[in-house]
């Protein structure tokens, strides 16, 4: 865990420095511009998906839905960051202990 | 120091005290992801960029091997070159103040100075958003992490449910455009039907695949790379 911990610490950092290194030509490609704008919504989206709708290799409706609809409603109402986090989570603590 | 200045460093200041008390929820994330008290604090510390964090800590939670969590987060990460690429000409840095911008070049101080009339407001912005979320997003994450492990299940806390709803929150602000929308749900439709099938981990990568496939079909269609203004950021001026 802690080689997975410091590599993803030193690797991140890089790929900063490396932006404020670099001319800025090297990324000037169109496409290479549209797949790293591209990049951060398919990976969050992806990951939205399994966090709430899976348990290791199945997949699972369950409290967590009720949470995520909350967010949704939440973020559509322009809550703060920790409204939709905290709100989420309670809203399924409440769901489980129905 | 002129009202001009100091309004830039009082706007910092507000978006890092917004952005740094989420780390508390990034804390307890962390610790119920099953990450120890310093594991947690190392990753605010080391690699300050809060969604690679998140999903550092969402592919390890979910069963991924710790490698594949790492190569999430740095898929994540290389928006902040892109950042980078558009900040060095206005910031100016060299040398080791260059190596300290770079560790708190992220998207709040990015939104913070991007617009900037010159180049001395700029670097205020910057230095000034950069530092105070570094500083209360540390401070958070070790609150959050201790809390986290005194409250003992998370799922009791329903915190499981927090992670998906910290990721919708950051992938918020970028589905105000069509062709994102399609991307984010097709990339999330790939790997919920890849959970079944491959090890924990891999279907969040290859919804990357989904935004390069992506990328390169949509060849010749002007989108040009956004980088976040001041209005995407908690607690920035709307």
Same mark, same amino acid.
């Given at each position: 865990?802690?080689?997975?911990?410091?590599?993803? !610490?030193?690797? !991140?950092?890089? /790929?900063?420095?490396? *932006?404020?290194?670099?001319?800025?030509?090297?990324?000037?490609?169109?496409?290479?511009?549209?797949?790293?704008?591209?990049?951060?919504?398919?990976?969050?989206?992806?990951?939205?998906?399994?966090?709430?709708?899976?348990? *290791?290799?199945?997949?699972?409706?369950?409290?967590?839905?009720?949470?995520?609809?909350?967010?949704?409603?939440?973020?559509?109402?322009?809550?703060?960051?920790?409204?939709?986090?905290?709100?989420?989570?309670?809203?399924?603590?409440?769901?489980?202990?129905? | 120091?002129?009202?001009?200045?100091?309004?830039?460093?009082?706007?910092? #200041?507000?978006?890092?005290?917004?952005?740094?008390?989420?780390?508390?929820?990034?804390?307890?994330? $962390? +610790?119920?992801?099953?990450?120890?008290? #310093?594991?947690? !604090?190392?990753?605010? /510390?080391?690699?300050?960029? =809060?969604?690679?964090?998140?999903?550092?800590?969402?592919?390890?939670?979910? =069963?991924?091997?710790?490698?594949?969590?790492?190569?999430?987060?740095?898929?994540?990460?290389?928006?902040?070159?892109?950042?980078?690429?558009?900040?060095?000409?206005?910031?100016?840095?060299? =040398?080791?103040?260059?190596?300290?911008?770079?560790?708190?070049?992220?998207?709040?101080?990015?939104?913070?100075?991007?617009?900037?009339?010159?180049?001395?407001?700029?670097?205020?912005?910057?230095?000034?958003?950069?530092?105070?979320?570094?500083?209360?997003?540390? /401070?958070?994450?070790?609150?959050?992490?201790?809390?986290?492990?005194?409250?003992?299940?998370?799922?009791?806390?329903?915190?499981?449910?927090?992670?998906?709803?910290?990721?919708?929150?950051?992938?918020?602000?970028?589905?105000?455009?069509?062709?994102?929308?399609?991307? =984010?749900?097709?990339?999330?439709?790939?790997? #919920?039907?890849?959970?079944?099938?491959?090890?924990?981990?891999?279907?969040?990568?290859?919804? *990357? $695949?989904?935004?390069?496939?992506?990328? +390169? /079909?949509?060849?010749?269609?002007?989108?040009?790379?956004?980088?976040? *203004?001041? $209005?995407?950021?908690?607690?920035?001026?709307?």
């Amino acid at each position: 865990m802690w080689t997975a911990i410091l590599l993803a !610490c030193v690797g !991140c950092y890089a /790929l900063k420095l490396a *932006g404020l290194s670099l001319p800025a030509r090297v990324l000037a490609h169109p496409v290479v511009e549209r797949v790293a704008d591209l990049i951060p919504v398919a990976l969050l989206a992806a990951l939205v998906a399994v966090q709430v709708w899976s348990t *290791g290799p199945d997949l699972e409706v369950d409290a967590r839905t009720a949470g995520l609809a909350f967010a949704v409603v939440a973020l559509l109402l322009r809550a703060p960051f920790l409204v939709v986090v905290i709100g989420a989570a309670a809203v399924a603590a409440l769901v489980r202990a129905l | 120091m002129t009202d001009e200045r100091s309004g830039i460093v009082r706007d910092g #200041l507000a978006v890092g005290l917004a952005t740094g008390l989420y780390g508390v929820s990034f804390g307890a994330i $962390g +610790v119920a992801s099953g990450l120890s008290v #310093l594991q947690t !604090c190392v990753l605010s /510390l080391l690699m300050f960029t =809060g969604a690679s964090q998140f999903a550092f800590v969402g592919v390890v939670a979910a =069963g991924g091997a710790p490698v594949s969590g790492a190569a999430t987060a740095l898929l994540l990460g290389t928006r902040n070159t892109l950042y980078g690429l558009r900040m060095a000409p206005l910031l100016g840095w060299r =040398g080791w103040r260059r190596a300290a911008a770079a560790h708190v070049l992220i998207d709040e101080s990015t939104a913070m100075s991007v617009n900037r009339g010159t180049r001395a407001e700029a670097r205020l912005g910057f230095a000034s958003t950069g530092l105070s979320v570094f500083v209360l997003w540390n /401070l958070a994450t070790a609150i959050g992490a201790v809390g986290g492990q005194i409250l003992g299940d998370p799922r009791t806390y329903g915190l499981d449910a927090a992670v998906g709803a910290a990721f919708l929150a950051l992938l918020w602000p970028r589905l105000d455009v069509r062709s994102n929308q399609v991307v =984010g749900l097709v990339a999330a439709a790939v790997a #919920l039907v890849l959970v079944p099938l491959t090890a924990a981990g891999w279907p969040v990568l290859a919804a *990357g $695949g989904v935004a390069l496939l992506a990328g +390169v /079909l949509t060849r010749g269609t002007t989108d040009p790379t956004e980088v976040p *203004g001041p $209005g995407d950021v908690a607690g920035g001026h709307h």
